[in-house]
T-cell receptor, first 114, second 110 residues
């Protein structure tokens, strides 16, 4: 069981470039999430997917798009990167159906936009 | 106003004392409440969850929930240097959405 995996681990982009962050989980979880964490800050929800085929905006969705490719995979795309998107990005997954189920987090992707 | 509020700290507590961390939330429909610990450069890891009013204890950790006051807290007894970390409060509603607070930095001094 790999849990939640994220690729890449590190990435440097120039302003205006695009990229896709990949996330996959092998725990058969229904819900998946993308968060960003800026230095000294908590996690801010970008987008989430309650189940395969659905996606919803979180707190800070502007500048991002997501795709729930199947039950296992949830990708985050930056169409035109900006320095304000420099952050650590965490993907998480969770079973739905019970309010007590915790989120499991991936190791994070450190993104720098110059 | 943020949906989930925490004091950013740092909170400095002597070793062996009780550390008290607080969190307030704005959505009265919130149903689930989580405390995560995050060491620098690492992913968050779950310490406690609670979903009914009252106290829940697990070892040195106690989570307290007061839905009427929209307040959740975490007590750490017999604080150890290894407890030094950032503690994140997270709140979930009826849908799958889970929102985090900005975190409280806790420092345990020997």
């Amino acid at each position: 069981n790999a849990g939640v995996t994220q690729t890449p681990k590190f990435q440097v982009l120039k302003t205006g470039q695009s990229m896709t962050l990949q996330c996959a989980q092998d725990m058969n979880h229904n819900s998946m999430y993308w968060y960003r964490q800026d230095p000294g800050m908590g996690l801010r929800l970008i987008y989430y997917s309650a189940s395969e085929g659905t996606t919803d905006k979180g707190e800070v969705p502007n500048g991002y798009n997501v795709s729930r490719l199947n039950k296992r995979e949830f990708s985050l795309r930056l169409e035109s990167a900006a320095p304000s998107q420099t952050s650590v990005y965490f993907c998480a997954s969770r079973i739905t159906g019970s309010s007590s189920y915790e989120q499991y987090f991936g190791p994070g992707t450190r993104l720098t936009v110059t | 106003q943020k949906e989930v509020e925490q004091n950013s700290g740092p909170l400095s507590v002597p070793e062996g004392a009780i550390a008290s961390l607080n969190c307030t939330y704005s959505d009265r429909g919130s149903q689930s409440f989580f405390w995560y610990r995050q060491y620098s450069g690492k992913s968050p890891e779950l310490i406690m969850f609670i979903y009914s009013n009252g106290d829940k204890e697990d070892g040195r950790f106690t989570a307290q929930l007061n839905k009427a006051s929209q307040y959740v807290s975490l007590l750490i007894r017999d604080s150890q240097p290894s407890d030094s970390a950032t503690y994140l409060c997270a709140v979930g509603g009826s849908a799958s959405k889970i929102i985090f607070g900005s975190g409280t930095r806790l420092s345990i001094r020997p």
